[in-house]
């Protein structure tokens, strides 16, 4: 019996750094709008600086990453996300453009604690690819699948501080990677017959409640 083990996937090749935009400057957010607004599906994903003390709360997400076919805008998020705030509000709550990428559930969760985004249009692609399996699909095993590709996903940079103001080139082509290939993925899903489920609207924000007025004091 041949026990030999299968010959290793050729590398995916990634996003080039010139097609990668960093949003700087209000002019930026303004025309990464426009390009991401204009497509009928973007790429989407958040990285938030990691947490390594037990029971503390991440402060993410600190960079987000919007992918168009062409181009992977990146908005760094500091304390405050000015000036692409409203822009960046504009893009995920937009309920004619889809977003789609690997994992969504905490970076969904993130944006609405930490910017009051409420993401609409949202399609997880773990969920969506994973057919009658039990677990989701991960990234890696998506572009095997589809591309028979090896898709190289390093623990090292994952674990980066992503709240610097200076990101590094391999921070910057790991982020835009990984928006960008979940576009890729979900493009020759397409193509081979997939079929997006109707969206669920996103769920409205609560108000705080108003505390009840106190009976007056007799006198």
Partial sequence: MDTAAAPPLPPYQGIALDHVKLVRTSDDAKA???ALLAA???GFDTESKPTFVKGESSTGPHLIQLA?????YLFQVGSTPAPALAELKAIL??????????GLSDDVKRLRNKLGIAPAQVLDLSVALRGGQ??????????????????QK?????????????????????????AQVALRVYRRWIADGGKVAPQKAPRASTPPATPPTPPPVAA
Avoid: C, P
């Fill in 32 to 34: 990464a709008m426009a």
């Fill in 40 to 42: 009928d599906a973007i």
């Fill in 68 to 72: 168009t076919d062409d181009i992977a």
């Fill in 93 to 102: 709550e937009s309920t004619t453009t889809l977003k789609v990428g690997f």
């Fill in 134 to 151: 039990r677990n989701d699909l991960g990234a890696k095993t998506a572009v095997a699948k589809f591309f028979g590709l090896h898709l």
């Fill in 154 to 178: 390093s623990k090292k940079i994952s674990t980066t501080n992503w709240a610097t103001s200076r990101l590094t080139e391999k921070q910057i082509l790991y982020a835009a990677d990984d």
